[in-house]
Structures are given as structure tokens and as C-alpha cells.
């Protein structure tokens, strides 16, 4: 029986994403799945409803949506939108599918619920960082464009413009950025202060990512601290300890002194983003200087930062921005839906139908909740469950 694929509009307040955009409809068509979007889904993106009734799929309301769907893909699931989400729980059926992102390590009241609503949850933050999941990766497309967008907003920030000038006034000197933590969002953040024409220079714990900050045009920052056990499973940054970070925040004061706009990246999945820029740090900082702390979301890497305020600190701007892909839903959309219709991939075949294989690793790591139960290893852990049992073959 073939698949239908619901759409519905995102509900979390100032969210302006929408999780399929009509290009992706074709695709999945030429599987043989069936589409239903809420009405004005994509609106806030970009993207009418014409648009997707001219990919063949079909509006409808956000009951019908679910009702009809046995899939559905969102931007925010319940964990991710934990106050308006909730509204939809009484809409969700056993054995329908929702994939999203969610929250899964850091809102275990959600999963519960959503587990005994008896649908089978597959968390977009989970997936794999594995060659064969690099498609799929939707938390770097994300990173993406919030690195891009850290430095546009620390361009507008600052009082001084970011390239070298030489002028009929005199010479206009290049403004001094630095890059917090070169994952996906600070390599972006460096190789966009980089065109704007910073100097740009940037620190990472993972001594690895050396050669790909260089590349990029940035100067990689050495500091004399142990990190080669600063990469975790999966290729995510880990946790480390408060000495490392002690002796790490003493050593970066004396860079910062010389920065006109830092942009702080450092966020581990599922925990508290580290404290790296202390308040006497920041101090260190000439006045007028610019700090931009994508970590806000997770409580920040500035001691001062507020999320989703600006703050301002001895003549510096410390800016805590919230959901920094929102606010360039057109090409984060775009991205996400890339990501979403390459996993479906994985589960809809010719024809249309529906099957997961919870053997297969990329499903098996983003596979939350199934058959009334939390069946994830790590968020079972953090629930305080007893240890799930190895995944078999099921839909």
C-alpha cells in the first residue's frame, strides 16, 4: 500500500521553516508516495500553496493532515515545540510515523508522551554522523546557516566595517574576528567573515580540524591544552572536563583582547553548552567589540549571554540569538527538506511502500520511540528506563 507523506505547518512561536518544499514533492512522487499539506505550511518560507498542488500534492487542513498521513515530517515535533506541540498528541495514532527534530536528550517528559501515543518517533538530532547519513545530516545543514547568519549579525553589530579599505581618507583597517569551535556553524562563520574581509582567526579543541580552518582563510590558534579526546562517538564535540576548560579560558583571554567580534559555536548534543567566554573575559575586550554566542539555545558560551536578548557589558554587545535557521527559512528549508527526503529514501520503496528496517544503523540511532515504548538506547538512559533490547525487523 503506498505511503502518504503530512505536512503539517509548524506551530513552535517565530518558527518560519516548513519541513518539505514543493521540489521535493517529485521525488518522493516518483516513489510512489502521496503528499497532504496544511494549508499556508510554506507561506512563512516561501513557498505557496499553488506550488505544491502544482508538485501534486494536496492541501488540507491540519486534522486532515494527520488523519490521512502515515507519515508525518515536521521542522519541531513535540520536543522541540514542547508548549504548542502538545496539541497535536490527541491527533497522532499508533503505528504512524513522525519524523522531526525533537529533543530527545533533553526533554524526556515529551518522549514519554509522544511514546504512548504509540508512534514511531525518528529524531533528526540522532542521526549518524557516517559517510552514508552525511545526506541526511540535518543538524550541519542547520549549522550552516546559522554560522552564515552569527556574522551577519555581528557585521551589523560592530562599529567598524569588516574589509580593509584604502581610501582618499586614509586606510580603513580590517576588523579582527574570532572563531569559537570550527564544527560546521564556525568553519561556515569563518569562511563568511573571511569574503567580508576579516582577518579571522579561530580555536577548536580538536586539533584535527587545523587544516580545513586554513583552508578556509582563518588562522587556527594554538593553545598549549590536551585535546585529543575532545571528539566524541559519532563526530560530535564531547564534554570535557572543568580543569580543561579552566585552563582553556585563561589562555583565551589574551586572544580575545585582540578581537573586534567573537562568535562562539561550542555545543555538545544533549548537555549545557560550556562556559568558555567568562565575564571577566569579556571585560578583557576592548569596548565596541562584538560577541555572538550561537550556543544561546543550550544557556550559552558567554557567561553573560541572555538567549534571545542582546546585552550590553562595558561598551560590548553580547548577542544571544534563538533559532538562527528561522530567520533564513527560504534556503533552511531548502536544506532540510533535502535531508528529510533522503532519509525517507532509506524507508519508502518502489511503489510506495513503507518499511523500516530497524537493522539498519541510521535508522536504529534515530529510532526514539516505537510500538508504545522508548526503544533508544542513550535517551532510555536518560530517562532512567531499564537498557532496551536489540532492534529487530519491524514497520
Known amino acids: 500500500m503506498a505511503v502518504t507523506i503530512g505536512v503539517p505547518r509548524e506551530t513552535f512561536p517565530g518558527e518560519r521553516r516548513v519541513a518539505l518544499i514543493p521540489r521535493m514533492c517529485d521525488t518522493l512522487a516518483k516513489l510512489g508516495a502521496s503528499i497532504i499539506v496544511e494549508q499556508s505550511a510554506g507561506v512563512e518560507a516561501g513557498f505557496s500553496d499553488d506550488q505544491y498542488v502544482a508538485r501534486g500534492a494536496k492541501i488540507g487542513s491540519r486534522a486532515e493532515v494527520f488523519a490521512q498521513a502515515d507519515v508525518i515530517v515536521q521542522v519541531r515535533s513535540l520536543g522541540a515545540n514542547p508548549e504548542a506541540g502538545r496539541a497535536d498528541l490527541p491527533l497522532l495514532r499508533p503505528g504512524q510515523t513522525v519524523i522531526g527534530f525533537g529533543e530527545p536528550l533533553t526533554q524526556p517528559r515529551e518522549v514519554s508522551d509522544v511514546a504512548r501515543t504509540g508512534v514511531s518517533f525518528l529524531s533528526m538530532e540522532l542521526m549518524p554522523r557516517i559517510t552514508r547519513a552525511q545526506s541526511m545530516d540535518a543538524l550541519s545543514s542547520m549549522a550552516t546557516i546559522a554560522g552564515y547568519r552569527a556574522v551577519l549579525l555581528a557585521a551589523m553589530s560592530l562599529p567598524k566595517i569588516f574589509p580593509m579599505l584604502m581610501t582618499a581618507a586614509g586606510t580603513v583597517t580590517a576588523a579582527r574576528a574570532f572563531i569559537l569551535g570550527a564544527g560546521v556553524a564556525g568553519l561556515q562563520a569563518i569562511a563568511t567573515a573571511r569574503r567580508l574581509g576579516a582577518v579571522v582567526s579561530a580555536y577548536d579543541v580538536r586539533s584535527a580540524v587545523k587544516e580545513q580552518i586554513e583552508s578556509l582563510g582563518g588562522k587556527f590558534v594554538v593553545l598549549n591544552i590536551e585535546g585529543a579526546a575532545a571528539e566524541g562517538t559519532g563526530g560530535y564535540a564531547k564534554a570535557m572536563g572543568e580543569d580543561f576548560y579552566k585552563r582553556q579560558r585563561e589562555l583565551l583571554t589574551e586572544v580575545l583582547r585582540e578581537q573586534d567580534v567573537v562568535i562562539t559555536t561550542a555545543a555538545v548534543p544533549g548537555k549545557k553548552a560550556p562556559i568558555l567566554v567568562t565575564k571577566e573575559m569579556a571585560s578583557a575586550m576592548a569596548p565596541g567589540s562584538v560577541i555572538v554566542d550561537i550556543a544561546a539555545e543550550r544557556g550559552g558560551n558567554c557567561e553573560l549571554t541572555k538567549p534571545g536578548e542582546t546585552v550590553m557589558h562595558q561598551g560590548i554587545t553580547i548577542l544571544g540569538p534563538l533559532n538562527l535557521p528561522s530567520t533564513i527559512p527560504y534556503h533552511a528549508s531548502q536544506m532540510y527538506a533535502a535531508n528529510i527526503v533522503a532519509f525517507l529514501k532509506l524507508m519508502v520503496?518502489?511503489?510506495?511502500?513503507?518499511?523500516?528496517?530497524?537493522?539498519?544503523?541510521?535508522?536504529?540511532?534515530?529510532?526514539?520511540?516505537?510500538?508504545?515504548?522508548?526503544?533508544?538506547?542513550r535517551v532510555s538512559e536518560a530517562l532512567g528506563l531499564s537498557p532496551v533490547a536489540p532492534a529487530g525487523e519491524g514497520r
Open 349 to 377: 520503496q518502489k511503489g510506495g511502500e513503507f518499511k523500516m528496517n530497524r537493522e539498519d544503523e541510521i535508522i536504529r540511532e534515530t529510532l526514539v520511540t516505537h510500538g508504545n515504548e522508548v526503544v533508544h538506547a
